[in-house]
């Protein structure tokens, strides 16, 4: 299996969780953020570096995706089975779109050589 292969797989695993967050998320539950926690799990997985511009768009998407879910399954709100599964296929999409944004962005990470390599490369 290649490099990108293993990389994209681990993202993947790691963002399971995630997926399955908002596939189970009912709005029932007063204490339920559903965007802060789903963005916190994001946050922690894209903290090692420094975030690119195209995982800060796919950030705001999701909070806006989660929070739209969370408004139209609200508890006290008329609750619509086709919208809220209509939003929920929208927040897990948008999770898609943050696993593809963390995947170039690692993939970036393990291309850009670190310069204590080149010193090393040269002094042999």
Same mark, same amino acid.
């Given at each position: 299996m290649s490099d990108d292969s293993i990389l994209r797989q681990e993202i993947r695993r790691s963002l399971r969780g995630v997926r399955s967050m908002i596939c189970s998320y009912s709005g029932l539950y007063s204490g339920e953020d559903l965007a802060r926690d789903v963005l916190k799990i994001c946050d922690d997985m894209a903290r090692s570096s420094q975030p690119t511009p195209r995982l800060k768009e796919a950030r705001c998407v999701v909070r806006e995706r989660c929070m739209?879910?969370?408004r139209d399954a609200d %508890?006290?709100?008329?609750?619509?089975?086709?919208v809220i599964a209509a939003s929920r296929a929208q927040a897990v999409a948008s999770i898609d779109v943050i696993q593809d944004a963390l995947f170039e962005m690692r993939k970036a990470e393990t291309a850009v050589p670190r310069i204590g390599a080149l010193l090393? %490369?040269?002094s042999l």
């Open positions: 739209k879910l969370a %508890r006290f709100s008329a609750r619509d089975p086709a090393r %490369r040269r």
